[in-house]
């Protein structure tokens, strides 16, 4: 099994900055590539931004120049840092995690998991 505990989250004024990780555990033979998502009330999931295993990254135009997303592979944590943040990216932050697992008998087998989410505030 693989477990993602997001963290970091919280309330903010706007123009304030939050860092939000995502730690993956469990038997992981590797991580491919690690998205972070938003959704607001009433409103689809959007991607915000990504990471893939060569290090390669991603942004949605509406954060680029203030999110970045970095990842440490020791730790298996993908971070996101939030600057500057608007009171309309209040929202619920989901990372996903895509890679390869190992089962019990040692088997690789590929795996895709969403974090528990973690609610940002941003208050103007």
């Known amino acids: 099994q693989v477990q993602l505990v997001e963290s970091g989250g919280g309330l903010v004024q706007a123009g304030g900055s939050l860092r939000l990780s995502c730690a993956a555990s469990?038997?992981?033979?590797?991580?491919?590539?690690v998205g972070w998502y938003r959704q607001a009330p009433g409103k689809q999931r959007e991607l915000v931004a990504a990471?893939?295993?060569?290090?390669?990254?991603t942004y949605a135009d509406y954060v680029k120049g203030r999110f970045t997303v970095s990842r440490d592979n020791a730790k298996n944590t993908v971070y996101l840092q939030m600057n500057s943040l608007k009171p309309e990216e209040t929202a619920v932050y989901y990372c996903?995690?895509?890679?390869?697992?190992?089962?019990?008998?040692?088997?690789?087998?590929?795996?895709?998991?969403w974090g528990q989410g973690t609610q940002v505030t941003v208050s103007s």
């Open positions: 469990g038997r992981i033979f590797s991580i491919n590539g």
């Open positions: 996903n995690v895509g890679g390869i697992r190992l089962r019990p008998e040692g088997v690789p087998e590929p795996f895709d998991y």
């Open positions: 990471i893939r295993s060569g290090g390669s990254t």
